[in-house]
């Protein structure tokens, strides 16, 4: 069946440092990519997503490519802040009506 | 507008008691999903709704679990005879429609269960 795999955490970060969290999946058919973020206390927030191979998806400075050869969606930003420590859930969605797909997660505290 | 709102934030039950885990999606969405997320793992799919119908229910653990979506509104998770393995976050998740692996899922707060 279909599945995610990303990075364990903890990730530690300082103040402006660059980030990647990796994130790869299987999948039949041609999913849609997503990345979504809980900060502390919060609901599941929908951070980006992409449809089709080589779109990138981006939103407050984070970015993230489809690469359908590598079956990757790697999270990437080039300066974190100390609002940014949150716990990050990459996921697809296969077509049809199909549930999202979770990983386990990343959480990524970053420290001033 | 509102967002997904779930009640109650907190339950605390004991071994063997039933629960009703409440999910009142955005207005207007017709498509309405159950996750499951245990302590350190990602959301796992329960049961998706399209209006008042289950669509898929492949995910619901066993037949202690059950959903309803009566009006094709608000719904209703409901634990029979509760074990301490169900203690975990329960989300509820609605989208405008279903049938588009595009569609943005609206994720609530989450309803946390304690099974003591």
């Known amino acids: 069946g279909d599945s995610v795999t990303q990075m364990e955490g903890p990730v530690t970060l300082s103040e402006e440092a660059f980030l990647t969290i990796n994130c790869t999946y299987t999948a039949t058919g041609y999913p849609s990519l997503f990345w979504y973020v809980q900060y502390p206390g919060e609901g599941l927030q929908l951070l980006l997503k992409?449809?089709?191979?080589?779109d990138k998806g981006s939103n407050k400075g984070f970015e993230a490519t489809y690469r359908k050869e590598t079956t990757s969606f790697h999270l990437e930003k080039g300066s974190v802040q100390v609002s940014d420590s949150a716990v990050y859930f990459c996921?697809?969605?296969?077509?049809?009506?199909?549930?999202?797909?979770f990983g386990k997660g990343t959480r990524l505290s970053v420290i001033a | 507008g509102a967002g997904v709102s779930q009640t109650p934030s907190n339950k605390v039950t004991e071994k063997g008691k039933y629960v009703e885990l409440r999910c009142d999606p955005i207005s207007g969405h017709t498509a309405l999903y159950w996750y499951r997320q245990s302590l350190g793992q990602g959301p796992e799919f329960l049961i998706y709704f399209q209006g008042t119908g289950a669509a898929d229910d492949s995910g619901l653990p066993n037949d202690r679990f059950f959903a309803v979506r009566p009006e094709g509104s608000v719904s209703t998770l409901k634990i029979q005879r509760t074990e301490r393995g169900d203690s975990a976050v329960y989300l509820c998740?609605?989208?405008?429609?279903?049938?588009?692996?595009?569609?943005?899922?609206?994720f609530g707060p989450g309803t946390r269960l304690t099974v003591l």
């Open positions: 998740a609605s989208s405008l429609r279903s049938g588009g692996a595009t569609d943005t899922q609206y």
């Open positions: 992409a449809t089709k191979a080589d």
């Open positions: 996921a697809l969605r296969n077509s049809g009506n199909t549930p999202l797909v």
